[in-house]
Nanobody, 125 residues
Framework: VQLQASGGGLVQAGDSLVLSCTAS????????VGWFRQAPGQEREFAAA????????SYADSVKGRFIISRDNAKNMIYLQMNSLIPDDTAVYYC???????????????????WGEGTLVTVSS
């Protein structure tokens, strides 16, 4: 399974951006997909996830109310709508998926088996 994140760029604080994640080699339908981010000098942290069954979503407190994760099974795509961006959102964003991710592990990077190349989001003040 190969994942590819795209849609990053340079934006100003307050702007919006949509990231996309697509997979080759396997459908994402029915699988949990998470978005993680890693700022320079920081550890990778959880941003959002959407479960494969039922579509339940989960968000880090730092993005709750500003980010929306969604999926389009017909296009085999996962999206991360990012609104009201702030400089602290600056990071490389990664999408990831796995086969057996329980709800309590949605925010745990090691629970995910497959990771894509990240896409850089830079938010200027």
């Amino acid at each position: 399974v190969q994942l590819q994140a795209s849609g990053g760029g340079l934006v100003q604080a307050g702007d919006s951006l949509v990231l996309s994640c697509t997979a080759s080699g396997r459908t994402l339908r029915g699988y949990t997909v998470g978005w993680f981010r890693q700022a320079p000098g920081q550890e990778r942290e959880f941003a959002a996830a959407i479960r494969g069954s039922g579509g339940t979503t989960s968000y880090a407190d730092s993005v709750k109310g500003r980010f929306i994760i969604s999926r389009d099974n017909a296009k085999n795509m996962i999206y991360l709508q990012m609104n009201s961006l702030i400089p602290d959102d600056t990071a490389v964003y990664y999408c990831a998926t796995g086969s057996r991710i329980i709800y309590s592990s949605l925010a745990t990077p090691s629970a995910y088996d497959y990771w894509g190349e990240g896409t850089l989001v830079t938010v200027s003040s």
